[in-house]
């Protein structure tokens, strides 16, 4: 199993950004995702379900970030919107261990080893 997350970068304040993350190695299409955050503590900042059709967001980005999943290009994407000096961090996606999506941390067992962004001015 691999998880391979690409996109980030440098920001301006208020502005936008799409990271990715390209799974190999598993049946992409049978598990629910999520991103992470860590800056420095880690955070769940969005997961969504196996079929995509249900989604969570912690408040801290609702309305400003989007999490969606290709399954046929076997790619997770977190569009992220509205970044400020708060979104700075380490972003990494978590492979879940079933289908329906969790809260809770252990419930990830793969990982990706991360993309920065900086929204710094």
């Known amino acids: 199993e691999r998880l391979v997350e690409s996109g980030g970068a440098l920001v301006q304040p208020g502005g936008s950004l799409r990271l990715s993350c390209a799974a190999s190695?598993?049946?992409?299409?049978?598990?629910?995702m999520a991103w992470f955050r860590r800056a420095p503590e880690r955070e769940l900042l969005a997961a969504i379900s196996a079929n995509g059709d249900t989604t969570y967001y912690a408040d801290s980005v609702k309305g400003r970030f989007t999490i969606s999943r290709d399954n046929g290009l076997n790619t997770l994407y977190l569009q992220m919107d509205n970044l400020g000096e708060q979104g700075t961090g380490l972003y990494f996606c978590?492979?879940?261990?079933?289908?329906?999506?969790?809260?809770?941390?252990?419930?990830?067992?793969?990982w990706g080893q991360g993309t920065e962004v900086n929204g710094s001015s």
């Open positions: 190695g598993f049946t992409f299409s049978l598990y629910a």
């Open positions: 978590g492979k879940s261990g079933g289908t329906v999506y969790s809260l809770a941390h252990y419930s990830y067992d793969d």
